[in-house]
């Protein structure tokens, strides 16, 4: 991947993770539905968005990304788990993308 595409990947993935995250901690209706219906408490579903904006903000610094992709990979495979567990097909899609996107970010060469 060019290093003009990687720098571009890594915002669009941390700006998404930033986005979702904080829809978390802010408490969106979507998200506390979401979490309910998993049987969740508000207080972890502001946890697992600390961790998107944290591992999000992390991405910004070279020394910080790869445990920045790292928190994010753990915060969206938390969410696919759950979504298995729940039967949740719904939101499977988007968490895997989540994934493979964290993913993607740990096997550039250099962020």
Do not use: Y
């Not at 408490?27 to 904006?53: C, D, H, P, Y």
């Amino acid at each position: 991947m060019a290093k003009c595409c990687k720098k571009i990947f890594k915002t669009l993935v941390g700006l998404g993770f930033a986005a979702c995250g904080t829809s978390k901690v802010l408490g969106a209706s979507i998200q506390e539905k979401r979490f309910s219906e998993m049987n969740w408490s508000q207080t972890n579903m502001k946890i697992v968005g600390g961790l998107e904006v944290a591992g999000a903000s992390m991405l910004l610094c070279k020394k910080t990304s790869k445990l920045g992709a790292l928190t994010l990979l753990a915060a969206a495979t938390c969410m696919f788990a759950a979504g298995l567990k729940h039967k949740r097909k719904q939101d499977l899609a988007l968490d895997g993308v989540g994934i493979f996107a964290a993913l993607s970010l740990l096997r550039c060469k250099k962020n």
